[in-house]
């Protein structure tokens, strides 16, 4: 089984900057891609980043120049560096992930969740 644990959220002012952290656990044999996903309250799920094993990387066009995806291929680790932040970034935010297990399945998933607060 895989796990996926976010961190980094947290209470800002507007034009601050938050970098969070998504690790991926268990038996992992390839992370085909993994990327991150937001949700305030009374919206849909919206896509905010992506990056592939390949190194291709997408963005809503809300966060595109203040934010940026990148990895710790060793560390199963991806990170969303936030600048830049305005009160309509405000969301739950969740790593999702898809990657080839140990014993030759796969497994697409979503961590717990971690709160932005963009407020002032």
């Known amino acids: 089984q895989v796990q996926l644990v976010e961190s980094g959220g947290g209470l800002v002012q507007p034009g601050e900057s938050l970098r969070l952290s998504c690790a991926a656990s268990?038996?992992?044999?390839?992370?085909?891609?993994m990327g991150w996903y937001r949700q305030a309250p009374g919206k849909q799920r919206e896509l905010v980043a992506l990056?592939?094993?390949?190194?291709?990387?997408n963005y809503a066009d809300s966060v595109k120049g203040r934010f940026t995806i990148s990895r710790d291929n060793a560390k199963n680790t991806v990170y969303l560096q936030m600048n830049s932040l305005k009160p309509e970034d405000t969301a739950l935010y969740y790593c999702?992930?898809?990657?080839?297990?140990?014993?030759?399945?796969?497994?697409?998933?979503w961590g717990q969740g971690t709160q932005v607060t963009v407020s002032s």
């Open positions: 990056t592939t094993r390949e190194g291709s990387v």
């Open positions: 268990g038996s992992i044999s390839q992370i085909y891609y």
């Open positions: 999702n992930a898809f990657v080839l297990l140990l014993l030759r399945g796969n497994y697409n998933g």
